[in-house]
């Protein structure tokens, strides 16, 4: 939310002036000084703020101080620190708005009128009456008023009025009635034709008390009460005020607030609690009507409402105005304590001096303006003196005339007119001396001089206080002749001057000595001695040691570890600037700070030219913004009888909040903590000041939280269990408000209740009971399983042995079929041995068999030719013989035993020949070694080789077919 605070733009100051004693901080400690009240402080809400039209017709204000505003656009809703916009079903502006005794509130729109109430979910739901009431909505028009008499809601309309009592609604037809109001129970109303009109509810009557023509036929714009008993204030809309004494029946004009030739009008009035009346116009803002009967003007000047036409008044429970403007709503805080008196410059110092308030200030000297007075105001407009620009020092009330210390020099005020004192010029301020009255010293940047009161009563300087030429803006008399001084930078000196005052006598200079540091010191009074004030703490002069040394009661009170400016002594109480904050303590046991209802002037200080000055009942600030009065005789130290509310509960799903129920306790379930927010408020405060929070959730944080402006709070993922939600609030006046408690009950998810736990007993025992089954037959199934890997082992054992037993049956085997291979290549070539010598053995017989040939036919001999012949038959017989092939088969046989049979089976036509030719062939012989063997030419062997291939269909060579075939 936005909201912008700020004071008028051109300030009156508003006194309220009191007889009694006050204590002031300048030469006399306690000064009569009335009590001041200043300009209130005015709150602006615009469009930035409520986000919708900005043209306010009508207000009221619930119990627990939520503010309700009708518009063009519907209901606004205020809780203090949010904004809630509420439309009617037919989208009707409201136009009226009323807070019954029933603890409802009441609005009416164009012919619509009805309820609103607060939810459980916090949220504002309307609830219309038009269908109750049984009556025609189309010829309602706007309700225009609506009041609470005799037990009854009246609804007012141009045309009739509904009066609702529980569950009865009465319509009652009317004519021209323009106005209305309730007073002391009792309903009136203006009519076009007639005038003023009381109506009885019990006996239906309307009766005439003020005709038209007594008030000229004027529009009436308010009736009220008036401020005495039996009278009505009646205001018209041309600015006339009449009274009305309801049983002498007399009717009197008391003033008229325009001029004839004005066009402002009245749109509205209102009576306070304290009997004065604000008048809300047309074109000039407010006027004042005091309840002694003076008239003030609260225009644009005085008050600066941030627009000038009014359309209407409210004042609260707290006593602030609720102004509604035509464009936006301002609210005047006439209960706050806090008042500003002005703020055109930076203020050093603050005197009243003959019923005038002056101000010293960084651009001179400003004086209140005499204005009109009577009631609770009293208009002081400040002026500046003419020829004291510039920077102004301090104030002083010394022989009845007042001395101004200014970066010009010393001066004389007097009204209006200055008179200027010889002297140098940058005189910080003017001290009495405490051994010689009407002796003064004038203070300045670079010395000191001696100033006394002549025989005339003015004032003239005597001398140059020679010997110490220092700057003496921060100087303490602490006995005759001795001074201390504290310089900025240089640290703490304390002088002596002759009895005659014509010179410093003596000098000591104190950089340190027990101090912190020679930097910022600065003295006071307190309880008769002097107080150094440090950057670390409050320190005494010890005179025996000849040191500093920390002051032990001031530093119990005060933290020494913070940098304390100011100490200011009066009858009952010591003021202070510490921790850039100003603040008291009461002159009791156990003194308890109390700084919190000036938090607002924090940090705005001249630092070490604090201004503080001291009323009947409160206290001026001077501050770098300008000067505030508070006044401190509304604090009584107890709670303001205003509560926290808290005002909306919701948690996170996702990319939305979802709203909770508002009830105490209230349960929730354990994933409804996603980011929990607690938001709250203090709806009485009307946003009038600054309110902060502090919040504990019992069960999750161990202490209160810092005081901060957030006015709601997130908790994420709680546990299961019972929390206690505390919020409390303060104002930055100090005020408190009763602690808003709410009580959390976070139920845990269903699988983490009570009978989840039990069910989940009962699971785990079955479970229990279903593992121990399982368990056995997994140990019996495991049993069994070993049962059966031990027999697979002793299989695979068995089976390993056999593998083994083959292996070395195979090992036998491999080395005997080796051995056999061996012994088979070794008869194989003793074969092929055997062929090739029988093949040569064939080759050499037929050799000799054609050499004997050959011998026969050359021989003569016939006995010798017959020896040959005989001879060559032999060899021819042996040639022919086969025993030797028989022989050759037999072993070839033994050994390829396998040969003959594979190849008989798979050619069993084939021939002896034909067989012994493939044997030949698998020998690998050749042609010409198997032709000698088989007694045929080699040219027969090719034929019979031809053959065979075709016989046995070999396309590749015959060798390596038939040494494919068992060997």
């Known amino acids: 939310m936005i909201m912008n605070r700020i004071q008028p733009r051109i300030w009156i100051a508003i006194f309220t002036l009191h007889t009694g004693i006050a204590h002031g901080f300048q030469e006399q400690p306690f000064a009569k000084n009335p009590s001041v009240r200043g300009a209130p402080e005015i709150i602006h809400f615009g469009l930035d703020d409520f986000q919708s039209d900005p043209m306010m017709m009508a207000m009221c204000e619930d119990s627990s101080g939520v503010k309700y505003f009708g518009n063009q656009d519907g209901l606004l809703i205020f809780d203090g620190e949010t904004w809630a916009r509420l439309e009617l079903p037919n989208k009707s502006l409201v136009k009226s708005l009323y807070y019954g005794s029933d603890h409802k509130v009441y609005l009416g729109g164009f012919n619509e009128f009805g309820t609103v109430e607060r939810d459980k979910f916090g949220q504002y739901q309307y609830s219309s009456m038009v269908d109750m009431a049984k009556v025609d909505h189309l010829n309602l028009d706007f309700v225009y008023d609506i009041h609470e008499v005799q037990g009854h809601i009246i609804f007012r309309s141009m045309s009739k009025l509904i009066a609702i009592k529980g569950q009865k609604a009465l319509t009652i037809p009317t004519s021209g009635f323009y106005s209305s109001a309730v007073v002391d129970d009792r309903l009136y109303m203006a009519n076009w034709e007639d005038g003023i009109k009381e109506f009885d509810l019990h006996t239906m009557n309307f009766d005439l008390l003020i005709p038209k023509p007594l008030y000229q036929w004027n529009p009436i714009v308010s009736i009220t009460a008036g401020n005495s008993a039996e009278t009505l204030s009646i205001f018209t809309r041309d600015g006339q005020i009449y009274s009305y004494h309801l049983e002498s029946k007399h009717f009197l004009l008391v003033r008229n607030l325009f001029n004839k030739t004005s066009t402002n009008q009245v749109t509205g009035a209102v009576r306070t609690k304290d009997g004065d009346y604000y008048i809300g116009t047309l074109a000039d803002q407010l006027i004042m009507l005091t309840a002694n009967g003076k008239t003030i003007p609260l225009n644009k000047p005085i008050i600066g409402l941030q627009d000038e036409s009014v359309n209407n008044l409210y004042e609260s429970k707290n006593g602030n105005l609720w102004v509604l403007l035509e464009n936006g709503i301002d609210c005047i805080n006439l209960s706050s304590p806090v008042s500003t008196v002005f703020n055109k410059a930076s203020v050093f110092d603050v005197q009243l001096f003959q019923g005038i308030w002056y101000i010293a200030t960084n651009q001179g000297v400003w004086a209140s303006v005499q204005g ?554 050749t042609n010409k070694e198997i032709a000698p063997i088989m007694n045929i030419s080699i040219r027969g062997i090719e034929t019979a080789r031809y053959r065979l291939r075709k016989r046995l269909s070999i396309h590749d060579d015959m060798v390596e077919f038939l040494e494919k075939l068992s060997p």
Request: one cysteine or more.
């Open 372 to 925: 009109l007075t009577g009631g609770p105001f009293k208009h002081m407009q400040f002026e500046p003196i003419a020829g004291l620009d510039g920077q102004a020092w301090s104030l002083t009330s010394i022989e009845n005339q007042l001395l101004c210390g200014h970066e010009k020099g010393l001066f004389v005020i007097k009204g209006k007119d200055i008179k200027q004192i010889p002297a140098s010029d940058g005189v910080w301020k003017v001290i009495p001396i405490q051994e010689k009255p009407g002796h003064y010293l004038v203070c300045t940047y670079y010395a000191t001089y001696l100033m006394s009161v002549n025989s005339t009563g003015d004032f003239q300087i005597d001398n140059v206080i020679s010997g110490f030429s220092e700057s003496s803006r921060d100087i303490l008399q602490s006995e005759p002749g001795v001074f201390w001084v504290c310089h900025g930078f240089k640290g703490v000196f304390r002088i002596k001057i002759n009895p005659d005052y014509q010179s410093v006598v003596s000098v000591e200079h104190f950089e340190e000595a027990g101090l912190p540091s020679p930097y910022k010191v600065n003295v006071f009074s307190w309880k008769g001695e002097p107080v150094f004030t440090t950057s670390k703490g409050l320190y005494s002069f010890n005179d025996s040691l000849d040191v500093f040394q920390p002051h032990s009661l001031l530093n119990d009170i005060l933290d020494p570890n913070i940098e304390t400016r100011k100490i200011m002594e009066t009858k009952d109480r010591t003021w202070y600037i510490h921790n850039d904050e100003v603040g008291y303590f009461n002159h009791e046991d156990n003194p308890v700070l109390q700084s919190e209802a000036f938090l607002q002037t924090r940090g705005t200080f001249n630092k070490h030219m604090e201004s503080i000055t001291l009323l009947d009942n409160g206290v001026l600030i001077g501050t770098k913004k300008g000067l505030f009065a508070f006044d401190l005789s509304s604090r009584t130290g107890s709670p303001v009888p205003h509560s926290v509310r808290i005002s909306q509960l919701s948690y996170q799903n996702g990319n939305s909040r979802i709203l909770l129920p508002l009830d105490n306790p209230l349960e929730i379930l354990a994933s409804q903590t996603q980011n929990l927010r607690f938001e709250y408020t203090v709806p009485q405060m009307d946003m009038l000041n600054d309110v902060r929070y502090s919040y504990q959730l019992s069960g999750a944080d161990q202490v209160w939280s810092d005081w901060e402006d957030k006015p709601w709070k997130e908790y994420n993922s709680l546990d299961p269990g019972t929390y206690e939600f505390s919020v409390r609030a303060k104002s930055k006046l100090g005020e408190s408000f009763l602690t808003a408690q709410h009580t959390l009950i976070v139920r845990p998810p269903w699988h983490q209740t009570t009978l989840a736990f039990v069910c989940y007993f009962i699971l785990g025992l079955a479970l229990i009971f279903l593992c121990v089954k399982v368990i056995s037959k997994l140990l019996e199934e495991q049993r069994q399983r070993a049962i059966l890997e031990a027999e697979k082992q002793n299989k695979i054992l068995r089976l390993e042995l056999d593998r083994m037993q083959l292996a070395q049956e195979k090992n036998q085997f491999e080395s005997t079929k080796t051995s056999l291979e061996e012994d088979l290549l070794l008869k194989s070539k003793e074969l092929a041995n055997y062929a090739t010598l029988l093949s040569r053995k064939q080759e050499l017989m037929i050799e000799l068999r054609e050499e004997l040939t050959d011998l026969e036919n050359n021989t003569r001999n016939e006995k010798t030719r017959q020896d040959l012949k005989s001879l060559i038959r032999k060899i021819k017989t042996r040639l022919n013989n086969d025993d030797y092939i028989k022989v050759f088969e037999a072993n070839f046989e033994r050994v390829h035993h396998e040969f003959f049979n594979e190849l008989k089976e798979r050619y069993p036509d084939l021939t002896s020949k034909e067989l012994r030719l493939c044997a030949l062939v698998k020998m690998n012989l």
